[in-house]
């Protein structure tokens, strides 16, 4: 697959693609969760790789599925220089028939996560990716509709190769972390209820400081940085589906203060909560 930066989005951000070489240290950007799904692909290099309440060390040939909603970080593992192919589609980006609902529900919603291809199958996909990388530079009549084709054809490669080699493929989360992988599931089961450093450490049975080194390390996220964006997500998901109060979500969410609710929900999405709401659910 040739190196090559490109960035490429549909106006409706149904679709986007982004091919990146990337040198020395990177990190991905606070505050990550969206309603897409993402397929990440790395050509060269390795990444230490966040998803939901797991740390994966990924390795070149590897590809990694992540849900919508889904909180995920990216963070500098040996081999910082790395090049990536990054992908996010909505849910209505493809033909939303049985069948690919099914196909996107095997794939994204049964932690398969992080796919390490052996060679003969990584060249498959990086022909695929290198086919989209074409359309998008070229944009000859009916490209969108080969884009589609052809993320449908490495979603269908991938599901085949997963059901083909459940047992060899899918790469195991990293032991090096599994203390913070476990205090992770705390906090997502727990995000509402009161939570500082000191009082999670304790539970857990480690210094604050280790707790709060360990943490950003493993998961490219402070301690505070994580639970802000869990109890964002969920008062996204609230402001959304339901007609509670602003003051009420803030409650049910953890946060202690409607200022501070307010102050940082606007930090993570950039819209007050009001104004969110009526975006979402006009």
Not at 128 to 148: P, R, W, Y
Not at 203 to 231: C, H, P, W
Not at 273 to 278: A, I, K, S
Request: aromatic share 14%; net charge neutral.
């Amino acid at each position: 697959m040739k190196k090559t930066n490109i960035d490429f989005d549909y106006p409706d951000r149904s679709f986007h693609f982004s091919a990146r070489e990337v040198f020395g240290h990177y990190t991905m950007l606070s505050n990550h969760f969206h309603d897409q799904y993402e397929i990440y692909y790395l050509l060269s290099g390795e990444r230490h790789y966040f998803i939901k309440d797991r740390i994966f060390h990924v390795k070149s040939g590897t590809l990694v599925l992540i849900n919508r909603q889904d909180v995920h970080r990216t963070t500098d593992a040996d081999t910082q220089d790395h090049v990536r192919v990054l992908l996010n589609f909505s849910k209505d980006y493809l033909l939303s028939s049985p069948y690919v609902i099914a196909l996107l529900d095997g794939l994204f919603m049964n932690n398969n996560y992080v796919i390490p291809f052996l060679s003969a199958e990584q060249q498959y996909v990086e022909v695929l990716l290198d086919k989209m990388i074409h359309e998008i530079e070229h944009q000859s009549t009916g490209f969108q509709v080969a884009l589609q084709a052809l993320l449908m054809d490495l979603l269908v490669y991938t599901s085949r190769y997963i059901e083909s080699n459940r047992h060899d493929v899918l790469a195991p989360p990293s032991q090096v972390h599994e203390k913070i992988s476990q205090i992770v599931q705390y906090i997502n089961t727990n995000y509402q209820t009161p939570l500082t450093l000191s009082s999670v450490a304790q539970n857990f049975f480690v210094s604050q400081y280790y707790l709060s080194r360990t943490f950003k390390q493993a998961t490219g996220f402070t301690f505070v940085e994580y639970i802000n964006n869990i109890r964002i997500r969920e008062a996204q998901r609230l402001l959304r589906e339901t007609n509670h109060k602003v003051i009420d979500i803030s409650e049910a969410v953890g946060f202690g203060s409607i200022s501070h609710f307010g102050r940082v929900f606007k930090e993570v999405t950039r819209f007050s909560p009001l104004n969110y709401r009526r975006l979402n659910t006009e």
